[in-house]
T-cell receptor, first 113, second 108 residues
Framework: NAGVTQTPKFQVLKTGQSMTLQCAQDMNHEYMSWYRQDPGMGLRLIHYSVGAGITDQGEVPNGYNVSRSTTEDFPLRLLSAAPSQTSVYFC????????????FGSGTRLTVV | DAKTTQPNSMESNEEEPVHLPCNHSTISGTDYIHWYRQLPSQGPEYVIHGLTSNVNNRMASLAIAEDRKSSTLILHRATLRDAAVYYCTADSWGKLQFGAGTQVVVTP
């Protein structure tokens, strides 16, 4: 099993550009979520999904869109990149219910100039 | 949403136990308490989780207070590889609420 795969690992964007961060998991997990981590800080929830076709906002959703058309994939779209979105982005997945641990990807380091 | 509070850092000598406290006084009665650790430039790694009873696995033990307002992660014998940031979180139906975490420093 590959687990949770995030691409790209690094990305530099210019202000105003858009892009999609990819997240894929091969564990048939229903729960998937996106977090951002600023330097020296904990992780903050951006968006999450409890299954295909179902998404909801987290703590810091502004400037980001998500959709969940398949169980395996949960892409995160930056609509118009801003320097404040410079961060490391992590995707996570878990089985349905609360009694399971989450598996995290290795992250995408995004710099907006 | 549940908020977790942890000390900023803790130090331990190698091969000694480490007790990492976490306060989560606003946690819902059905939210599980999860612990993750993060090494530099890596994603968080699952350590342990529980609801009410104390839990043990090969990595650590989790002691949950009877009123569920706090918990303690116990690393029984710290090694240099245990040096990381440890996060206490609450699991609420597909989402984790992270605090700032505790930086664990292990001294040889």
């Amino acid at each position: 099993n590959a687990g949770v795969t995030q691409t790209p690992k690094f990305q530099v964007l210019k202000t105003g550009q858009s892009m999609t961060l990819q997240c894929a998991q091969d564990m048939n997990h229903e729960y998937m979520s996106w977090y951002r981590q600023d330097p020296g800080m904990g992780l903050r929830l951006i968006h999450y999904s409890v299954g295909a076709g179902i998404t909801d906002q987290g703590e810091v959703p502004n400037g980001y869109n998500v959709s969940r058309s398949t169980t395996e994939d949960f892409p995160l779209r930056l609509l118009s990149a801003a320097p404040s979105q410079t961060s490391v982005y992590f995707c996570a997945s878990s089985r349905t219910g609360k009694n399971y641990g989450y598996t995290f990807g290795s992250g995408t380091r995004l710099t907006v100039v | 949403d549940a908020k977790t509070t942890q000390p900023n850092s803790m130090e331990s000598n190698e091969e000694e136990p480490v007790h990492l406290p976490c306060n989560h006084s606003t946690i819902s009665g059905t939210d599980y308490i999860h612990w993750y650790r993060q090494l530099p430039s890596q994603g968080p790694e699952y350590v342990i989780h529980g609801l009410t009873s104390n839990v043990n696995n090969r990595m650590a033990s989790l002691a949950i207070a009877e009123d569920r307002k706090s918990s303690t992660l116990i690393l029984h014998r710290a090694t240099l590889r245990d040096a990381a940031v440890y996060y206490c979180t609450a699991d609420s139906w597909g989402k984790l609420q992270f605090g700032a975490g505790t930086q664990v420093v292990v001294t040889p």
